[in-house]
């Protein structure tokens, strides 16, 4: 690991980014939604998905291709809408306690939603954030020395941003579920289905007009 990135550079990157990835933002309060009525073990998912469209972002920044997408802002406006727009309807059906992603006791053997459809809503909330582009453009090229070859420098960084990126996704969803059983032990199911129901059409909202 040293021969390709120096230990002063690891030691400043790790809690660099640990900083950045466990601030509040889109994906971590989309993990800590679904952490509450779904459930961890589900939402790991969503986090396959996200972590996926990080990579890609994080990769693009490296070869410049971030660079030029945002020169041309309009491409992320269909992916910003119609995320932003599908998290804002799955928000409303939970504060209303419909759905697949709602809590209900009522239902205990509701359908649930599939894995896919979870994977989507963390791949197109990763990739249709300009900010998260804007972000890895400023922050991944001092880090990659240009006497070196590059992929393994870009694979080691990858996996430590992918590490630490599924970890603060973990601790967020966990922090949703422990809210979850909280609110569940009080009865308070349906301010629970509002709660996550509320939080999910904010994430929505960020996505299409952040």
């Known amino acids: 690991m040293t021969e390709v990135l120096s230990l002063s550079l690891i030691a400043v990157f790790i809690p660099t980014f ?14 800590m939604t679904m952490g509450m009525t779904i459930g961890v073990k589900r939402t790991l998912w969503m986090m396959w998905g996200e972590l996926l469209g990080v990579g890609i972002v994080a990769t693009a920044s490296v070869f410049g291709v971030a660079t030029l997408m945002l020169q041309y802002p309009n ?3 269909i992916f910003k809408f119609v995320g932003g727009a599908y998290l804002g309807y799955l928000g409303l059906q939970m504060w209303l306690s419909k759905g697949k992603m709602a809590f209900n006791l009522d239902q205990p053997n509701q ?6 459809s979870l994977a989507c809503q963390g791949f197109v909330t990763a990739i249709a954030n300009p900010k998260g582009w804007a972000f890895f453009i400023s922050l991944l090229p001092p880090f990659i020395n240009q006497a070196l070859p590059l992929t393994p420098q870009l694979i080691m960084l990858l996996t430590m941003i992918l590490s630490i990126e599924l970890l603060c996704l973990i601790l967020y969803a966990a922090g949703g579920s422990s809210l979850s059983k909280l609110l569940q032990q009080s009865g308070k199911v349906q301010f629970l289905n509002r ?6 059409i904010a994430v929505g909202l960020w996505l299409a007009f952040g």
Request: glycine letters at 10%; a negative charge; charged letters at 5%.
């Open 111 to 116: 359908q649930e939603a599939g894995a896919l």
């Open 75 to 77: 491409i992320f406006e």
């Open 18 to 31: 640990f900083f950045i990835s466990v601030t509040p933002g889109m994906c971590m309060m989309l993990a």
């Open 195 to 200: 709660v996550s129901g509320s939080l999910m």
